[in-house]
Structure formats: C-alpha cells, structure tokens
C-alpha cells in the first residue's frame, strides 16, 4: 500500500491476506486444472474444493456439501431470493425484507416486485434494530422467505436472527440472512440459529474478491430447494453451473479458517481500538454514534458529526481510508438509505462517517486519524 495511507474502510473491502495469496498460488499456476475433469490433475482440483467445504462448514456448522459457489454474496444473494421466490410460487407470493438491507437485496426485491412478487419492507427502529412485532404482524400464509442480515455493514447493528427465525418459522416460511458483514467476525452456527440460507463473500475476511458462497440447507428442519440463476453444465448439483473458480474457492477456504481460528484476537483488537476512537470523537461537540451500540460487530463504527458534510471532512483526509456511504452505492450522491431508515433527516445523513477497522490498524493509525479529522474540523469551522 502507499505510504502514510490509513486504511479504515474494511466493510467496504479487506487486503488480501498474504496466508491466503501463498495457499492459492499453485492453483493460480501449476495446479489448474478443471475441478469437473475426471483425471489426476481434476480430481486433485476437485480435492481442493472439498478442503474448502470442511472450512467452510466448520466454521458455520453446516454441512460440507450444503455450500454453493458463486462470484460474491450479490449473487449468492439473487441466487436465494429469486431461486426460494421462483422455486416456491405454488406455496405462496410475499416476501419480508428491511429498509436497511444492503442494495443487493433491495434491488432483487424491488425486481421481484416488477414481476409481480409482494415484497414488505421493515421499518427499523432509531438504533436500527428491526421491532419482532413488526415481523409478527406482517408475517402470513403467503409468505415464503424473511430476509433479514446479520450485520449492517454502514452501522455494524446486529439483528435478533434467532427471535426472527422463530418467528419465521413458526409461520411456515423460509430464512435467507445476508451475512456478508458478519462471516468470519462474529459467531455464527447455521444449526443454533436456525438459518434456511445465508450468503458470505470472500473479500470481506481477507480472501479474494470475486468469490463467495451461499449455504442452502439441505437437512431438518427445511430441505431448501432453489431454482437456479445460471443455467449451463449442471455444476453444483445443478444449482449453479459454470466452471469453478478452484484459486478463489481456495482462497475463500484459507480466509475462513483463518478468520474462525483468529476471531477472538481480531474481535478484541478491534473493539480495543473502536473504542478509543469513539472515546476521542465523542469528544467533539456534537458528534453522535449511528446505531445500537451493545448489538453490534466489534470493527465498525458510524459517527454522526454536526453541522459537518462528510464529504468536506474527507476531503481534508485524503490519506485516511473512509467511507461515507456504503461503497457499493457510493456512485450515487444520495444520502444513505440505512440512515435515512433510522430517522435521520437527509442534512444529517450527509454528515457520517464510517469506520471499518481490521487486523492490521494500530493505535498510532488512530492517533493520526483523530490529530487529522479535529483538524479539519476547525478549518471547516473557521471557513
Ligand atoms: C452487507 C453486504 N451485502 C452484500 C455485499 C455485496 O458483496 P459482494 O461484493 O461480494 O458482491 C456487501 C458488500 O459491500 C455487503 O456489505
């Protein structure tokens, strides 16, 4: 990386963690063959992909072969939403979904609701927790899928997905979590939970980009079936053809054993230092931290500071990595949809910042992120 750059934007996207990069180098060179072909070279391709399934399922508590495939969780996440909405249009035609999910699933509910699909949208509450009596009353016959993700990943806010798969449940639909944000940096048992299907992406916990997977419950209490988005070979029992990326497949293995063997360390080291970054900005007049602090992922914090754009913040901190939308809409200049949802009015919106810390920050990064935002914030101020 550049020198003197701080990067704090881990939510948007992480490093690639050199652990990762050496156990995907053979398949990037020698080793690459076609995982489907019935020969040496193939089945030890194929064996590659097997050692990420038991990754994989080790860390989430699935099954190894409960794992699908794809290019990253925007399209594990069209893939179980439209999959669940075409596979099960006998049984009913309504989907329940959140203000505050992130655009992939937005935009495949709103083009569901194009063709015809009724899709409710869940207020949240001002810490940008969902109220389950909300679900409750919107929940019926109809439905067929609630889609609720683990962790936000503009505020970090954790939702009840144990309450919400009850509830679900109990109604006779499925449970589809974007748990993109949350793989790798929180516990999460598939089976505990209760969860139907969840996506994840590899670029988020240090693996490549390009990469992600969807798990898709195939045992008690629900054996999920999907109708597939990608037609072709017949890969993956059908659910997704094309051939496997076998290097970023292994990649995303290495990630996630790495991520569920150093997820306390990394866990303790970020809240360690969120927590003197938020003691120190807190100090400013004004300044506000976006969501429910208590359910939240222990890397990301989103601050409020008053009467200050972020976009002129940033501009006085050109050398520290921020976010002040989620990276994936940030084409667009709209204030950002997940604060809007929590009641802030669009002036307010346009004054927060996101924090994601990672593995590799430090306190020193800290000190000069703090030294370099009270700085700006008086040249704005004196403007
Ligand atoms: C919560 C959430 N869902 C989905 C995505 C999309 O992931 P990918 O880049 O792997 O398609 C992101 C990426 O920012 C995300 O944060």
Redesign the pocket.
């Known amino acids: 990386m550049e020198d003197n750059i701080i990067y704090l934007d881990h939510?948007?996207t992480t490093p690639l963690d050199p652990r990762v990069l050496e156990k995907m180098m053979p398949f990037l060179t020698d080793q690459f063959a076609n995982a489907s072909s019935n020969h040496k070279f193939g089945h030890e391709a194929s064996q590659a992909v097997k050692k990420t399934n038991n990754q994989i399922a080790e860390l989430i508590g699935c099954q190894p072969n409960e794992i699908v495939y794809t290019s990253?969780?925007?399209e594990s996440?069209n893939l179980a939403i439209k999959g669940v909405a075409e596979q099960y249009q006998e049984k009913g035609n309504h989907i329940i979904t959140v203000l505050t999910e992130?655009k992939?699933v937005l935009d495949v509910c709103g083009h569901l609701e194009s063709k015809g699909l009724n899709v409710t949208y869940l207020p949240v509450q001002p810490d940008g927790l969902i109220r389950l009596e909300d679900l409750q009353n919107a929940i019926n016959p109809e439905t067929i899928l609630v889609s609720v993700?683990v962790a936000n990943?503009e505020t970090g806010v954790i939702q009840p997905i144990k309450e919400i798969v009850d509830i679900t449940h109990q109604a006779g639909a499925l449970f589809f979590t974007?748990a993109?944000?949350a793989f790798g940096k929180i516990p999460l048992d598939v089976d505990d939970l209760g969860i139907d299907l969840m996506a994840f992406?590899g670029?988020k916990i240090y693996g490549p980009k390009g990469v992600?997977g969807l798990f898709v419950r195939s045992r008690r209490p629900n054996r999920v079936k999907l109708e597939s988005q990608i037609h072709g070979g017949g890969h993956q029992n059908g659910k997704r053809s094309g051939t496997l990326n076998v290097p970023g497949i292994v990649g995303l293995g290495a990630a996630t054993e790495l991520a569920g063997r150093e997820m306390e360390k990394d866990s303790k080291h970020a809240s360690e230092l969120r927590e003197f970054l938020e003691t120190e900005l807190l100090k400013i007049e004004g300044t506000k931290i976006n969501g429910n602090i208590k359910h939240r992922l222990p890397n990301t914090t989103n601050i409020y500071f008053h009467g200050i754009d972020s976009d002129a913040l940033m501009m006085g901190m050109e050398k520290i990595m921020v976010s002040n939308g989620?990276?994936?809409t940030s084409a667009s200049i709209e204030p950002s949809h997940v604060l809007l949802a929590m009641g802030l009015s669009e002036d307010e919106a346009f004054c927060c910042l996101r924090f994601g810390l990672g593995r590799h920050n430090n306190f020193a990064e800290l000190e000069m992120t703090i030294e370099i935002v009270n700085r700006q914030i008086i040249t704005l101020l004196v403007i």
């Open positions: 939510n948007s990253g969780a925007t996440i992130h992939a993700m990943n974007d993109t944000q992406s670029h992600g989620s990276a994936c």
